[in-house]
């Protein structure tokens, strides 16, 4: 563990906005996407799931004692594959986190869900467990693709699990994944369309990028996989932009569009820069503790954490104490990808320095950044495709 404080932090501000919510990480996944770096893995044998689940209880109880009092606005249970969880289990992690901390009584309650028939049979369990939000990785809705991306679902059988969430739970959501080899601009206007007739408030969609450590990269290393150019990127994601302003579900953050009211209100939190502890495998936290900012992740491997948790009652294996400085570029990373933009006030709270404004002047002069009446900063349009290039500038 490493823990480093900046002496030349400026005095006592409030660091934190009142934002408090949970991640619950899942690890387990039938099968590994080939495009996939998240924390998933494969497990064979025998699982005792109720045995696994009481380290989540630990665990929720080792980091409530760090942060007494808060009330819970958002769980999110990602993973992996949470819909594989038995609904017992969610409810079990659900009253662990309402013993040690209130929930809010319109709390947003999520969970990513494989839209198998499968994990559907399991819907209805999973709202009377609590869950109030599914997000579901649909990816496309054409089967071939849907091969390609070594989904176990077909387009059918994606569509019936949306149509069935939506009767289910209040709020729902659905991913895909666009911009893919061979793709083109009319293939994704038609497929974009026939979803936006599907969604009902909210959608994530991704542009396929190519992570290092997965099936994806070594094909693609191997010249075996032809990824859209830069230009043609920009025409996809331009594309995605007007067709879903055109059906009201604009883009509220770089990737994730919904109608007015039907954001996401756990992921809103990562991006204005709130408060969460991460329970699981792998889960990232950012906890204040005596008003200094901790970051933490925990053991990636799914039973190595476990045994972490029985010996110590948690599984992290980083706690860092951040600096006003990374402080403050996080609040930019997180903010900036946000259409309703940064807080430059809060950032110069956080960070003990004022953004430049003749860096702010230069990327106006170009069209890549604006300051809205509330004097938010935000990126335009036109900065969007570039967003971590303005992030650089902006930190620098
Ligand atoms: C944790 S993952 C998936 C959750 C769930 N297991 C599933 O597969 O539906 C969350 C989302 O990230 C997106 N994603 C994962 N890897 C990606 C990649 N390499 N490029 C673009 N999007 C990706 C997918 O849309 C996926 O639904
Ligand atoms: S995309 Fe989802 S199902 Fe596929 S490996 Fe990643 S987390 Fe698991």
């Known amino acids: 563990m490493n823990t480093r404080l900046d002496s030349s932090a400026p005095g006592r501000v409030e660091r934190g906005n009142g934002l408090f919510g949970v991640y619950v990480h899942w690890p387990f996944c039938a099968a590994k996407c080939p495009y996939c770096d998240f924390n998933s893995h494969v497990h064979r044998g025998a699982f005792d799931e109720a045995t696994y689940v009481r380290s989540y209880a630990r ?36 009253d662990a986190i ?32 609590g869950v109030n939000r599914v997000s579901l990785g649909v990816q496309s809705l054409r089967d071939g693709p849907l091969a390609e991306l070594g989904r176990r679902h077909s387009v059918d059988e994606a569509i019936a699990a949306v149509r069935l969430a939506q ?86 953050e770089i990737s994730n569009h919904a109608r007015p009211g ?60 951040l600096s ?6 996080e609040l930019l990373v997180m903010g900036l990808r946000l259409r309703e933009g940064i807080d430059p006030k809060r950032f110069a709270q956080l960070s003990g320095r004022a953004i430049s404004d003749r860096q702010i002047a230069e990327l106006k002069s170009i069209g890549f950044v604006e300051t809205l009446p509330n004097g938010f900063i935000r990126v335009t349009d036109r900065g969007w495709p570039v967003l971590d290039a303005v992030v650089a500038d902006l930190a620098a």
């Open 262 to 321: 039907q954001e996401s209100r756990h992921n809103l939190l990562y991006w204005r820069y709130g408060e969460y502890v991460g329970v699981g495998p792998g889960a990232h936290g950012r906890l204040l503790i005596g008003n200094q900012r901790h970051a933490t992740a925990a053991e990636k491997l799914p039973f190595d954490w476990q045994q972490k948790v029985a010996a110590r009652g948690h599984g992290l294996v980083t706690d860092d104490v």
């Open 98 to 129: 309402g013993q040690h901390w209130e929930i809010d009584s319109k709390a947003e309650i999520t969970l990513e869900a494989n839209p198998t028939s499968v994990e559907a049979g399991r819907f209805k369990g999973y709202r009377a467990a």
């Open 167 to 252: 009767s289910i739970f209040p709020r729902s959501s659905f991913d895909l994944i666009y911009a893919r080899p061979r793709q083109t601009l009319d293939d994704w206007k038609d497929e974009l369309t026939e979803a936006l007739w599907l969604a009902q408030g909210h959608v994530s969609l991704y542009q396929l990028t190519i992570e290092m450590g997965t099936r994806y990269y070594d094909l693609f290393q191997a010249g075996k996989l032809k990824m859209p150019d830069e230009d043609l990127s920009v025409d996809f994601y331009e594309l995605t932009q007007e067709l879903t302003a055109n059906a009201g579900l604009p883009a509220y």
């Open 59 to 94: 665990e929720i109880a080792h980091f409530a004692a760090l942060t007494p009092g808060r009330k819970v606005q958002s769980v999110f249970f990602g993973g992996g594959t949470p819909s594989l969880m038995d609904p017992r289990s969610v409810a079990g992690i659900l």
């Open 324 to 329: 006003w400085e990374e402080e403050g570029d």
